[in-house]
């Protein structure tokens, strides 16, 4: 039953992910709404089989990790564009 519920928010940040794709800050809290719910999961599974806690903390480091860059990366565009739109943003553009 448990299960169940980090399931749910994991399709929820996918759903977030997919419909909210105008905004480059609700792309990054999706994603870490995603990697909240893999932590959750990975925790409740590991914790119950194995008893393992080394892979959990390399997955919060890395989803820290993830975070700061993606951070790091929003504020660049902010300070380059102005504001946080995909539209806004341009491949070719330097």
Not at 13 to 19: E, Q
Not at 74 to 91: A, E, K, T
């Amino acid at each position: 039953m448990m299960m169940y519920c980090f399931v749910f928010m994991i399709l929820g940040g996918v759903i977030m992910f997919v419909s909210n794709r105008k905004h480059l800050l609700v792309v990054l809290m999706s994603i870490e709404y995603i990697m909240l719910g893999l932590f959750l999961g990975l925790s409740c599974v590991f914790l119950m089989n194995f008893g393992e806690m080394f892979f959990l903390l390399v997955f919060l480091v890395f989803a820290a990790c993830e975070g700061s860059l993606g951070l790091s990366i929003l504020v660049g565009v902010i300070r380059s564009h102005g504001n946080d739109y995909f539209n806004s943003l341009s491949v070719l553009q330097c």
